[in-house]
Nanobody, 112 residues
Framework: QAQLVESGGGSVQPGGSLTLSCRVSRGIFVFAQMEWYRQTPGKEREFVASVRSSGTANYADSVKGRFTISRDNPGKTAYLQMNNLKPEDTAVYYC??????WGQGTQVTVSS
């Protein structure tokens, strides 16, 4: 089973940027869809973005035009570039590999 290690979370002011990384080990990466989700306390985990092995990306309406998902197949890493961050983007962000395996999550806090 794949193992996922996320990094890049932190605290930033509104309008700032962060880049999250999700490195996959012990799993096939090149053919797997990679996804990012986020969750706040008391709410369901929600879809943020996905990227297929072809590079085709999809985004939640709430992040379109601000977030960019990408992947580095040789490096077995997926990224989520987040620009123009808003307080409502505050959440724990999780990556997901191949539709089944989750990372441990990384906290993103947007606050002035």
């Amino acid at each position: 089973q794949a193992q996922l290690v996320e990094s890049g979370g932190g605290s930033v002011q509104p309008g700032g940027s962060l880049t999250l990384s999700c490195r996959v080990s012990r799993g096939i990466f090149v053919f797997a869809q990679m996804e990012w989700y986020r969750q706040t306390p008391g709410k369901e985990r929600e879809f943020v973005a996905s990227v297929r092995s072809s590079g085709t990306a999809n985004y939640a309406d709430s992040v379109k035009g601000r977030f960019t998902i990408s992947r580095d197949n040789p490096g077995k890493t997926a990224y989520l570039q987040m620009n123009n961050l808003k307080p409502e983007d505050t959440a724990v962000y999780y990556c997901k590999h191949g539709g089944s395996t989750w990372g441990q999550g990384t906290q993103v806090t947007v606050s002035s």
